[in-house]
C-alpha cells in the first residue's frame, strides 16, 4: 500500500507516492529536544517521508525515533543538514531528490489560512513542510512557495504541524497502518491493549 494522500475522484483522500519533508529549522541541542522530538513523531506517525533537522545536530534524538521505528513500523528516515537555506534554495530552484525542483509549504502565524491553500498546493513533487525555530530566518518566506496558518494567533508547532498533515493526508494520514511493525495498538475504549507481534509468533 503507498503511503501518501491525494484528492481521489470522490474527493476524498487517498494514497500516492510523492515525498512529503518536514523540515525543522533552528534546532538547539538541549534547549527543545522534546518538542522537536514530538514533531518528527507527528511527521512519522501521520505520513511523512523524512524529517529534516537543521541547527545543532542530535544522534540521541534520531535513535529515539529509530527505535520507535522498530517498534511500531514504519520507514520515516531522519537527516542532519548544514545550510538550511541553501538546502531550501535548492529544493525549490532545482532539485527535490529527482532531480526536479519541489515545493516548499512554510508554516506560520502570519501565513493564510492552511484549509484555503492547501487546494492550490501541487500534489505531484516533492513537498518540504517548513517548521520554524525560535527565529526563522526571512529568507524562509521567500524561498517558500506558500506561507501559511492554522491560526493567526500564536500557538504551537506541534500542533500546527499535526493539523496541517492531518488535513493534506486526511484518514489515509490518521488511520495508516505499518505493515512492519512489532508493536499494534489495538484501539480500546477503556485500558490498554498492545499486541507483541513478535513475541506471539514464537508461542
Not at 510523492?18 to 506517525?45: E, M, Q, S, W
Not at 548544514?82 to 502565524?109: C, I, N, Q, Y
Not at 517548521?131 to 518566506?141: E, L, S, T, Y
Not at 492531518?166 to 484501539?187: K, M, Q, Y
Amino acid at each position: 500500500m503507498s503511503r501518501y494522500a491525494h484528492l481521489g475522484d470522490a474527493g476524498r483522500p487517498t494514497m500516492a507516492d510523492t515525498p512529503f519533508n518536514v523540515l525543522r529549522l533552528g534546532y538547539r541541542k538541549g534547549r527543545d529536544p522534546r518538542i522537536t522530538t514530538h514533531l518528527a513523531l507527528v511527521t512519522r506517525a501521520l505520513g511523512g517521508t523524512r524529517f529534516i533537522l537543521a541547527g545543532d545536530e542530535d544522534k540521541e534524538l534520531f535513535d529515539n525515533i529509530e527505535s520507535v521505528n522498530e517498534r511500531f513500523g514504519g520507514e520515516m528516515t531522519c537527516e542532519h543538514i548544514k545550510g538550511s537555506m541553501g538546502w531550501l534554495k535548492r529544493f525549490v530552484e532545482e532539485d527535490a531528490g529527482d532531480g526536479e525542483p519541489g515545493v516548499a509549504v512554510h508554516l506560520t502565524m502570519y501565513g493564510q489560512p492552511y484549509r484555503d491553500v492547501i487546494p492550490q498546493i501541487r500534489r505531484d513533487r516533492p513537498i518540504v513542510l517548513i517548521v520554524g525555530g525560535a527565529k526563522v530566518p526571512g529568507d524562509v518566506f521567500k524561498h517558500a512557495q506558500y506561507n501559511v496558518a492554522v491560526g493567526n494567533q500564536p500557538h504551537s508547532e506541534v500542533a500546527a504541524l499535526a493539523l496541517f498533515m492531518e488535513a493534506w493526508f486526511g484518514d489515509a494520514g490518521t488511520e495508516r497502518h505499518f505493515p512492519n511493525a512489532r508493536l499494534v495498538i489495538e484501539p480500546s475504549a477503556r485500558g490498554k491493549s498492545v499486541h507483541d507481534k513478535e513475541r506471539e509468533n514464537h508461542k
